[in-house]
């Protein structure tokens, strides 16, 4: 057999992060604060000095950060479509996904008519195929609700298809500077850290301690934005203006958690933090421990599972057959060779022989099909290792296409919703993994 290739990617789903009581759906009542003061800290007393901290982590935002696209908008549109890419994914692999996205899709309206393959494709490769579907169905609910005007009530938002309490938070504190607090891994670290805490942040008490000091540190708005060049920041469309223009209050609330998660990011490293130049190191009480890497705990290592899967590239005349995953579940909607998991101890002809029969429901000739080499893909919570083989058959023998949902197919062949023929080597305007990317690119070589 071919030695087998290793890749990684990630297409799983994302894991949840600590959630929090459900926000308050009131904005702040005191009255604007001075440019010194930004305001007493909130809820019960965090063990922190809330005053040196937001005053340090403000001016050192302030003072440079990195040139992101989606920091030069207030556009609750951009920095949703923004946020939602982030979650597990670099920022590097975002920027281009970001340009190509908002170019194509550029206004809440725009991405509710889309058809779902359009936003899939536009998605392939980012990986989490779930957070694409909930866009879409987010913006159609946003045009249905609420006229295509993004809300700014905390409960809306956070009831709102794939937005969860972090998501809310950071458009709600950077697209309209309401006082929201935020908690990702960047941020979970700089707390953990600050106060050298020994909490399990996935534990329920853990959960309640991380969320409480992310409230608490959290400044006030210092008044409600207003514009006075007819800009609209509930449009969700490119009509809003960038933060920073004449009109504009400073966004404490806004700049202080994009602070915080820029902390994270460049300076507070889960390895070798670089605490020379941090703002909070005279604060941090991890370093003083000499071992900041020990905060936060470390979650336990787990072994993670290994898949066998055989897939079958059948092709005709130059063209392949793809078939439509269920929507829901891993690559949910993506387009794929039929592919089927390989029990332990099963020959692979045995494989390969009820693939054809359970997910095409179609007689052939799997004696004549040739392994190609063999490719690890490897996930957040699984590793699957693919032994693909490609099939040529006669124009006769070739599965016939399908509506774009088959009930009758689903039935028929254990979850695939439709099947069609494409060229390998041309573009298309459909959702594909990157494992599938890669194998027809491979084919079609």
Known sequence: MPRRRTT???DAEPSDLPTRPKLSS???SDPPAPAADLGPPSGPDPG???????????AWFRRGHRDLPWRRTRDPYAIWISEIMLQQTRVDTVKAYFHRFMAELPTVEALAAAPEDQVLTLWSGLGYYSRARNLHAAAGEIVTRYGGRFPREPEAVRGLPGIGPYTAGAILSIAFAQQAPILDGNVIRVLARLRALTERPDSAAGKRLYWSLAEALVPPARSAPSRGDGGDRESGGPAEAPSGQPNDPPNDPGDFNQALMELGATVCLPQRPVCLVCPLAELCQARLTGDPEAYPP????????????????????????????????????LWEPPTLERPPEEPLDETLRRLVSERLAAELPTGQAVPLAPFVHVLSH???????????VGPAAAPSPSPERDEALERRVGGYQA?????????????LAAWVTALLRRISA
Do not use: H, N, Y
């Not at 993670?304 to 829901?328: D, F, H, K, N, Y």
């Not at 699984?382 to 040529?392: A, G, K, M």
């Open 26 to 28: 009131t904005q702040p």
């Open 48 to 58: 922190l000095d809330i005053g040196r901290i937001r005053a340090a982590l403000l």
């Open 298 to 333: 470390k979650k336990e290592a787990k072994a993670v599972p290994v898949i066998e899967v055989v897939t079958l590239v059948v092709r005709a005349q130059g063209r392949v057959l793809l078939c439509r995953r269920p929507s829901l579940g891993l690559w949910g909607g």
């Open 8 to 10: 990684t990617a990630t």
């Open 419 to 431: 099947r069609r023929w494409i060229t390998a080597g041309e573009p298309l305007a459909l959702g």
């Open 382 to 392: 699984r590793e699957l290792r693919f032994q693909p083989f490609l099939l040529e």
